[in-house]
């Protein structure tokens, strides 16, 4: 599975815009990124996914480099309900199966601060 | 909106013991998967299933077993616990039209299982 490398951690003002970046070198081309985070004690949460365009959702927009070597989540206003582990996770569909399973990496702790 | 259901929420064993989890996807999602999370780690995928056939297999032990049924619902069986088995296992569900790679995986909130 193609990995996926995160700060361990970053911190933001609320209120501010936050940039949570991602490098995926040995992305294949059929991969997707997703971005997923999880609150303490809670199963993780879909935020946003990309294949080669820039997107944008009411949660959050993807930034993806031409190269696709790398992503960026961007969190327009940072808000204390924003805090969380932030996963970058890029997902093949599976010879045979098509399961699309998700592998999870380190992942980014992001701290807002009042 | 329904969102995936996964019973219990806490379960207590001693070791050598066998639990069963269970999950509910979202109606009409036809993929179901399995992760488990150890303390302060990532979660790790243990195996999915696709129309209720077995779709792609992770760091799965064989001790553990799990199987999709007529209705979508999922159970994952796990025997002879071991200490190291505690953790937090989630379940995720997704639409599996298509590209299952771009397809969202809504998780539960998961079932706590401390083994003693």
């Known amino acids: 599975d193609a990995k996926t490398t995160q700060p361990n951690s970053m911190e933001s003002n609320e209120e501010e815009p936050v940039h949570l970046p991602c490098n995926h070198s040995t992305i294949s081309g059929t991969d997707y990124i997703h971005w997923y985070r999880q609150l303490p004690s809670q199963g993780p949460e879909y935020v946003i996914h990309g294949l080669t365009s820039n997107v944008n959702n009411r949660m959050a927009s993807l930034a993806i480099a031409e190269d696709r070597k790398s992503s960026t989540l961007i969190l327009h206003r940072a808000t204390l309900r924003d805090a969380a582990v932030y996963y970058c996770i890029l997902r093949a569909p599976t010879i045979n199966t098509n399961a699309g399973k998700s592998t999870f990496g380190d992942g980014t702790t992001l701290t807002v601060k009042p | 909106a329904a969102g995936v259901i996964q019973s219990p929420r806490h379960l207590i064993k001693e070791k050598r013991e066998t639990a069963t989890l269970k999950c509910y996807p979202i109606?009409?999602?036809?993929?179901v998967y399995w992760y488990q999370q150890g303390p302060g780690q990532d979660p790790q995928f243990l195996i999915s299933?696709?129309?209720?056939?077995?779709?792609d297999k992770g760091s799965i032990p064989d001790r553990f077993s799990a199987q999709q049924f007529s209705d979508y619902h999922s159970e994952l069986n796990m025997s002879s616990l071991e200490l190291g088995d505690s953790a937090l296992y989630f379940c995720a569900s997704s639409l599996g039209r298509g590209s299952l790679a771009k397809n969202i995986q809504y998780f539960g909130a998961g079932t706590r299982l401390s083994v003693l």
């Open positions: 109606p009409r999602h036809d993929t």
């Open positions: 299933f696709y129309e209720k056939m077995q779709s």
